[in-house]
């Protein structure tokens, strides 16, 4: 838990600082390749890692599956940082998956539906970041790690993460000293269903955010719901483990 005044400034800098001592031990020469969603997270994700390594080693990926509504978002973030992208389409990726599966006689169910397309867009990547000579940003934040909402080997990967540990309350406040507030107070969708991350959930980040720093929520149902939820997705946050004959 976290009970001290949490300081934007001060953590912005000393992210700032941390992605350069990241480089500096893992790839001084390399860039910082990031999925471009259009949402908060990426979006202060990528701003960060401009201030640490400059423009020029910042690598941005765009992939709609088929449609995105809110790509001009990343397009206009990437226009406004200064840096290279490229928009690669997963549609035909993510059917092929699909299709292979309908004709194995497996019915897709909405888990394979929804984790699918976001471990093609971790695959895609680490391709990019193959080619370009880079390291690949995580972009999750503590808020969404600590329930589950995100995918193993999807967007919960990735070779650094400079926001997993900042709830959504901190995450915003840090994009707050780096964008425009249309970058930062963006409502977080899924992409699919067409709801709101918290309408997935079923409660609100300003919930979650809370009963993590400081222990207290209001609603007895609300924290036995996310007291479920983090000891059912823990795993994702874990090594793997492995037998040890020792």
């Not at 020469?29 to 390594?53: F, M, R, T, Y």
């Not at 940082?81 to 909405?110: C, H, M, Q, R, Y």
């Not at 809370?210 to 149902?221: F, H, L, V």
């Amino acid at each position: 838990m976290q009970n001290a005044i949490f300081n934007a400034a001060q953590t912005k800098s000393g992210i700032i600082r941390w992605i350069q001592n990241y480089f500096e031990k893992n790839g001084a020469d390399s860039k910082a390749v990031i999925g471009i969603s259009g949402g908060k997270d990426s979006s202060i994700a990528a701003a960060l890692c401009v201030e640490a390594l400059g423009a020029s080693r910042v690598f941005g990926v765009l992939m709609p599956n088929g449609g995105q509504k809110d790509i001009d978002f990343s397009l206009e973030l990437a226009g406004l940082l200064g840096i290279d992208l490229v928009v690669i389409d997963i549609k035909d990726s993510v059917e092929a998956v699909f299709t292979g599966l309908t004709k194995s006689k497996l019915e897709l169910n909405n888990q394979a539906a929804v984790n699918t397309p976001a471990r093609i867009r971790m695959t895609v990547l680490y391709a990019v970041s193959a080619i370009v000579g880079g390291r690949v940003v995580n972009t999750c934040n503590l808020s969404e790690d600590y329930v589950g909402y995100s995918t193993k080997y999807g967007d919960s990967a990735g070779d650094f993460s400079p926001l997993s540990k900042l709830t959504v309350t901190e995450v915003r406040a840090v994009g707050r000293e780096l964008l425009p507030a249309k970058f930062v107070d963006k409502v977080p969708e899924d992409g699919l269903s067409g709801l709101t991350d918290e309408d997935n959930m079923g409660f609100s980040y300003d919930v979650l955010d809370k009963y993590i720093r400081e222990g207290i929520c209001d609603s007895a149902s609300v924290k036995e719901k996310i007291d479920r939820l983090h000891i059912t997705n823990k795993h994702k946050l874990e090594p793997m483990p492995s037998y040890d004959k020792t």
